[in-house]
């Protein structure tokens, strides 16, 4: 165990890092680059825009389970060294800390907003004329769509169920002066914008809840409205799903997507102001849609906001057309010339690529639309987990059954807030004769493959593509991902046995034996054998390291058996982007090991293993992060990667992110401290885009000395 490793001076260190508060700290990390001044000012709106978001999902996914635990009242500590209600108050401490970080970054950027001739502005600040005309647009365009629903208690008007994820407004009304105050919440409408542009004045905007808060009384012609109060609701992203059921499971996602909206409530947003007593009818609504026993949401965990509520909305405020807003622009590699075979390209030598640096279009899309017109190509087989609101993937697909290939696609349907998009594919690929395969019961299939059969010269020849991201040219031009393309015969044969057993039998693949990992079976224990093989070395004096890039590290077995190695004399490097509960540098159990997290203009998402093993290293890339889900409750696909100029480029890339200049190191206590900055990761290899000295052709990496 590795509690033997730990030093008398180490006693009463808890052994891992908590969870949740480690994911809320990538939060942060994320709203730096929202509070740099050397962001362009469009691009810190944007990143404010991505906390909010990734907030919402954190309170939409993860607070169902916390709220349970917190309810048990455990006195236990955790390895983490927390009471679960420890945990909870944590989380609202930093959620709270967050949010005014938020705020104050917002007006930060108002400000400057204001000065490229951007402005919002209250409605008090327009005038007489202006606010008639958009009074007029309030009648046209929003009164129509609103409804108020009575939050007064009275015989047959219920409370309403507050909306998910909506803006709404309690507005306070009297018919008459003694009358007692009436309350009603209006939901504004999710299809009319956000900012409303002010008449005449390029640039000003007013936003759509000071336009109907101010025009009230048309709602209420027969009613004084003495103020309204702007609050939002965000409740658990659980699917509710049977999956035991004999249901059909492709209706069934449908049909619980639908549902989801009707989960408990996790979060309550306000705006400042709002009197205790709104709040406290926000909160019995909540109550009694949740059974009338406990309130979900205790009244000090409300979260009140200066700034305005749901930051989301920023994507959609209009900037003027200058360069020094946005980050310049990327002109991505096309690494394979127009009118060359893509095919013939993968044929001659194993392809890496790294995108977005390398266009994912010119190189996944490109592979997927070559095979889908050649006619020597028989056979399409591909995962399809994140697809997106418009997918080019697909669209190849359903060319190549239209052809008359064979196209078999396996649709993770229970792709946690993309299932309404995976069903309307899986539904476009079955009308096109593809065949469709929606999933493993208990499991969620994460891998990223694509496997292409054609008919060369009497024999059939595969090609395959594996992935470290989605099939999603959305986040292809956002995420940092790798691309490793194929027609290697081990390789090929390994995933074509994979897709094998997903699409012919209805468990878990039971493994790959060529060199491909597989999960979950194998996968995990793999791992952890190349981790104590690492240590046999580094114990008998033998080279040893690892170096890995992840999105994620929790799993406690990986943890300690990394804590093992480390104590064995194993040096280790890990680059998380995320959530981390491994605590490095404590002596005696995790000196050895450095863990850093880095931060930029795109979200770092790739996936990378380096096993020095004596000087017969080897390397791996692929879906999986070191996450319970990931090893336990996925399918998940890790390659080998062989060829030597790909390995070249793979240690370029590892050197960079691990002595990043600008990345935060995590501390022994938890917290991360920033490095003292410079040119990061992500500049070089934007950098080496425009460098003529990098190859452009067949693979990414630059040339060797």
Same mark, same amino acid.
């Given at each position: ?41 469009? =691009? ?193 992203? =659980? ?172 649709? =993770? ?143 406690? =077995? ?148």
């Amino acid at each position: 165990m590795v509690g033997h490793a730990i030093r008398e001076d180490n006693v009463g260190i808890p052994e891992f890092i908590n969870a949740e508060l480690s994911l809320l700290a990538f939060q942060s990390r994320v709203l730096k680059l929202a509070e740099s001044p050397a962001t362009p000012l469009g =691009e810190r709106i944007r990143f404010l825009g991505i906390v909010s978001s990734n907030i919402d999902e954190f309170f939409m996914v993860r607070m169902a389970g916390i709220r349970a635990a917190a309810r048990e009242r455990c006195s236990e500590r955790g390895d983490d060294g927390l009471t679960r209600v420890e945990q909870l108050h944590g989380i609202v401490r930093a959620v709270e800390h967050i949010a005014e970080r938020q705020a104050k970054c917002y007006a930060d950027c108002e400000a400057e907003l204001a000065a490229v001739g951007v402005r919002v502005l209250g409605w008090s600040e327009l005038s007489g004329l202006e606010q008639q005309e958009l009074r007029l647009r309030c009648r046209d365009e929003i009164q129509p769509a609103l409804t108020p629903l009575a939050m007064t208690l009275s015989p047959g008007h219920p409370l309403p169920h507050l909306p998910h994820l909506a803006l709404s407004l309690a507005v306070v009304f009297q018919r008459t002066a003694d009358e007692r105050p009436h309350i009603a919440q209006i939901e504004l409408p999710s299809d009319t914008p956000r900012f409303l542009a002010v008449p005449g004045r390029a640039g000003d905007v007013v936003t759509l809840e000071e336009a109907t808060r101010a025009n009230l009384d048309m709602l209420y012609p027969n009613a004084h409205a003495s103020s309204a109060y702007l609050f939002r609701v965000t409740r658990g992203g =659980e699917l509710g799903l049977d999956e035991d059921s004999d249901e059909d499971l492709l209706d069934a996602v449908a049909r619980a997507t639908g549902r989801r909206w009707l989960n408990p409530a996790h979060r309550v947003e306000v705006e400042r102001g709002m009197p205790d007593f709104v709040r406290a009818l926000v909160l019995e609504s909540l109550r009694r849609e949740d059974g009338g026993i406990d309130a979900p949401i205790h009244p000090a965990e409300i979260q009140e906001s200066e700034s305005l509520l749901d930051l989301r909305c920023l994507s959609t405020l209009e900037l003027p057309p200058l360069e020094s807003l946005r980050y310049e622009r990327l002109e991505a590699r096309r690494p394979v010339a127009e009118g060359e075979s893509f095919l013939d390209a993968i044929r001659e030598r194993d392809l890496l690529f790294h995108h977005p640096f390398d266009e994912f279009e010119a190189t996944v899309v490109r592979f997927l639309r070559e095979a889908s017109a050649d006619p020597a190509v028989t056979t399409i087989e591909i995962t399809l987990y994140r697809i997106g609101d418009e997918s080019a993937v697909v669209d190849a697909l359903v060319t190549a059954a239209r052809a008359g290939k064979r196209v078999i696609a396996f649709v =993770e349907l229970k792709a946690r807030f993309d299932e309404e998009h995976n069903v309307g594919w899986a539904r476009a690929l079955e009308k096109a004769e593809g065949h469709v395969v929606y999933g493993l019961a208990g499991l969620k299939n994460h891998a990223k493959a694509a496997l292409v059969v054609r008919r060369e010269g009497g024999k059939l020849r595969r090609y395959v593509h594996v992935g470290t991201g989605n099939y999603n040219s959305r986040s292809g031009v956002q995420y940092t991902d790798l691309s490793l393309f194929s027609a290697g015969d081990e390789l090929t044969a390994d995933i074509a046995d994979m897709f094998n057993e997903l699409t012919g039998s209805s468990r878990p693949p039971q493994g790959l034996s060529r060199g491909a990992l597989v999960g979950p079976h194998q996968l995990l224990p793999a791992l952890l054998g190349r981790i104590e093989r690492e240590s046999q070395h580094a114990l008998a004096g033998r080279t040893a390291g690892i170096t890995a890039k992840m999105n994620g590290l929790s799993d406690q =077995e990986v943890v300690r058996a990394l804590y093992r190695a480390s104590a064995n004399g194993v040096e280790i490097d890990l680059v998380v982007r995320g959530i981390c509960t491994l605590r490095p540098g404590v002596p005696g159990m995790s000196d050895r090991i450095r863990v850093v997290a880095v931060a930029g203009r795109f979200l770092e998402h790739s996936r990378v293993y380096r096993f020095r093993n004596d000087g017969n290293p080897e390397y791996f890339i692929g879906s999986s992060d070191l996450r319970s889900r990931n090893l336990r409750r996925r399918v998940e696909l890790l390659v080998p990667v062989v060829d030597l100029l790909n390995r070249e480029f793979l240690d370029r890339l590892l050197d960079l992110y691990v002595e990043d200049p600008t990345a935060h190191e995590l501390l022994a206590d938890g917290r991360y401290r920033q490095r003292g900055g410079g040119q990061g990761a992500q500049d070089t290899f934007i950098q080496d885009v425009g460098d003529p000295a990098t190859r452009t052709q067949a693979f990414s990496t630059p040339p060797l000395p």
